[in-house]
């Protein structure tokens, strides 16, 4: 008879500003930051479930601040109800009527749902002692589908073609379980490609992708594109014709400036050309498609909930999605937007980097394979070799592969010293850096910019 | 040579679920809220600027604490300058870019923004001692177009074609400005419909608006299909024949069912269905527009930005739009908004109500009708009677029409004493519903849900 007792919120931010990790056409000076949210409870084993929402400095405390606003709706929630129904926890908070005006369903209030929902599913896993992409695929068909909100989406996905889905890949499931088990799934990596690296810097670091068993890399592009063609060839190069190149954006273009801009990098063979435009332009990336086919589209990182999901499908928008673990409504959401990707088969590309993408949506990506699309080696999670030292059970990277985790939950848990050291603006590294500012590391105190 | 020197952010609550003033198929029990910014400067007139995000309760505190976090952005910005490139002030906060994570473009953060840039417009106006609509009337078309962003809408309107639209609306002005001041802008009001009130309430405030000079009503739907039959016979019994009668679902349905929903509700002569479904469904929208046509659909009070209104013109989802003034990027991305509809010919009918909704909106209308649209006679501005004696210049309706506002400004600012009452909770009118709850206040007060 467990009850959430607390929910604590933690400003959590890394002055990666400093290296420049993480650059890209937009962001050009990111401190790595993550709103981090414990629920607590009062079951004598110490059963807590963390949940976090990524984001890039400023306004962390916002965002921070949104998720300490759902403690009334979490607070005395019985854990046994809680892990019977996740799907009736998920709606209690995003139909919260006063909190959903503040999006609806997007923005600091949504993702502050979704780091809470996803908090929920790593109680209850740890709770079931599985790792969450067990607990998930463990379900029944009838199960997932009860977790998933159908609103502003049954006209493009039923639940009875959602149960047929699920139904289906319950089918060689066990087989499944086994390759997954002994081979891990597919990663990439985005590490070779920040534009703040120099030449040499992104050579070196694409070879040694491709020495370490990445199949695909992927660079940003958008600033200069004489430039942009100066640093695909060069990775084109570095990682020969076997390995495949993504290119990637982050939202630099208008549509028109789009299609003369990837009409002159197709040449270097592009896996996928990703968020050439804004994440709201739905038509714009229909029209991009058309305009530079047969180079794949595709966007999804900040695809703001499943509606807009629903409609890049219906609009043969793109050829494959990102999909993230702290952007959209949590899992739930998250298991809604992996089956309309089934529903359309539509190839998912995990994203992830920042601070804890990495291990969070590896366990979505899992549940995938085994309990809904049923297709792994087709498709790839991102990664990027950052910060995972501060979480407790970090992904673990096997020739090229995410292994399956093995530890209950979530992978959410960041360690208590990195939560103590990394708190803004009082942690031991905020006030060492506050104290002695070198130049670089003036410039990312708050309200120096 | 003024600078501003502050911006301060207030949490204001009016206890309206106590009446269940503003409930509707989504919003059962609102309480009115604003999360208020003033924008000091050292001007020795006292010169300031107001802006507001309106919300309808929980959360208010976090939409403020968004506001307060662009303090870094506004403080120590020169006042000439601000004024001279009312656009570049605009784009300083839409793209500094750890804070467009948080969107992007889009939800808490991004109303922050469009509040905080709204009271730069208001700032600028009260400068040059005219009303804000006026102030943007005055403003030559190159001038206008500075304002606009054009990223991620230049697929469907250039900045020579917003010229062109400005230049020509620019011809007439003279006879557009005579019949503003005599006779005002249409407005059309939204009292009698809300779904807590009783019958007899729904038909004397029909009957009343009908008499005040309204030549449209707008009833709220979408709890319960017959007794919506009931409610839109009742109210085009109470207007007759030559009043026009819209109807407002408030996003309660999903695409199927809006359909159905509308067929039933069609014999009634619909002037414009409102929010059939998610703000975030173009497609949707398309799609029950093509089912139920004729019956004109609307949406855009939720519309997050001027990507979402691009896609609903290109789709051809909508009639006709809400605008809104606080939920975008202020001014300047409702003046992209009205450059848009424009160009498709599509007409506009500003969202209103709420708190201060009446008072900013209006001006953007005004402005459209001198400047852009050139017309006003086929569209109206909504009209709710509530909370305008918090405002230091309120809206006046004379004969069912927006009186021009002379004061100068964006009839932003709100009365010191208001402030001070109801602010949450520390304000004297909370502090008394705290210390004395009755039943139903109980509900309201922060946590209890």
């Not at 019985?78 to 892990?83: G, Y």
């Not at 985790?405 to 850096?433: C, I, K």
């Amino acid at each position: 008879m467990a009850t959430i007792v607390a929910l604590r919120t933690f400003d959590i931010r890394f002055p990666t500003s400093k290296g420049l990790d993480g650059s890209d056409a937009m962001n050009p000076d990111p401190d790595y930051s993550a709103a981090y949210v414990e629920l607590s409870t009062d079951d004598p084993t110490g059963l807590a479930g963390y949940g976090l929402v990524f984001t890039i400095g400023r306004g962390n405390d916002v965002q921070a601040a949104a998720i300490q606003a759902l403690s009334h709706l979490v607070c005395n929630q019985d854990v046994d109800e809680l892990v019977a129904d996740l799907g009736a926890f998920a709606r209690k908070l995003t139909n919260d009527s006063q909190l959903r005006w503040l999006g609806p369903e997007k923005g600091v209030m949504h993702m502050a749902i979704g780091s809470v929902i996803n908090a929920a599913w790593d109680l209850a896993a740890r709770r079931a002692g599985k790792p969450l992409w067990r607990f998930i695929a463990d379900m029944s068909p009838e199960q997932i589908v009860r977790t998933v909100d159908f609103r502003y989406i049954n006209d493009a996905l039923t639940p009875e073609e959602a149960l047929g889905i699920l139904r289906r890949s319950a089918l060689g499931k066990a087989a499944r379980l086994a390759a997954l088990m002994e081979h891990g799934y597919p990663a990439y990596t985005t590490s070779p490609g920040w534009l703040g690296y120099s030449d040499e810097k992104l050579r070196r670091l694409a070879r040694a992708a491709v020495a370490d068993g990445f199949r695909t890399i992927k660079i940003k592009v958008g600033l200069d594109v004489e430039d942009d063609v100066r640093r695909c060839r060069m990775a084109r190069e570095a990682i020969g014709p076997d390995c495949a190149l993504a290119i990637d954006a982050n939202q630099r273009w208008n549509v028109p400036e789009a299609i003369t801009w990837i009409r002159r990098l197709a040449q270097f063979r592009i896996a996928w050309m990703e968020e050439p435009t804004s994440p709201d332009d739905v038509l714009g990336h229909a029209a991009i498609r058309r305009a530079v086919s047969p180079v794949p589209i595709s966007t999804g990182e900040h695809a703001q909930n499943r509606v807009m999901f629903k409609q890049l499908f219906q609009a043969q928008a793109v050829d494959l999605v990102q999909i993230d673990a702290v952007r959209v409504g949590g899992v739930n959401e998250n298991l809604a937007i992996l089956l309309l990707a089934a529903k359309f088969g539509i190839r998912v590309f995990p994203h992830a980097g920042g601070v804890g993408l990495c291990e969070l949506v590896q366990h979505l990506a899992m549940a995938d394979f085994l309990a809904i699309s049923g297709n792994m080696e087709d498709r790839a999670i991102e990664y990027v070799d950052h910060l995972h030292e501060h979480f407790v059970s970090p992904v673990r990277i096997v020739n090229g592969r995410y292994a399956a985790p093995t530890a209950p939950g979530f992978s959410s848990q960041m360690h208590d010293q990195s939560v103590n050291d990394y708190e803004f603006p009082t942690g031991r590294v905020w006030r060492q850096l506050i104290d002695h500012p070198s130049p670089v590391v003036g410039s990312i105190r708050a309200g120096d910019h």
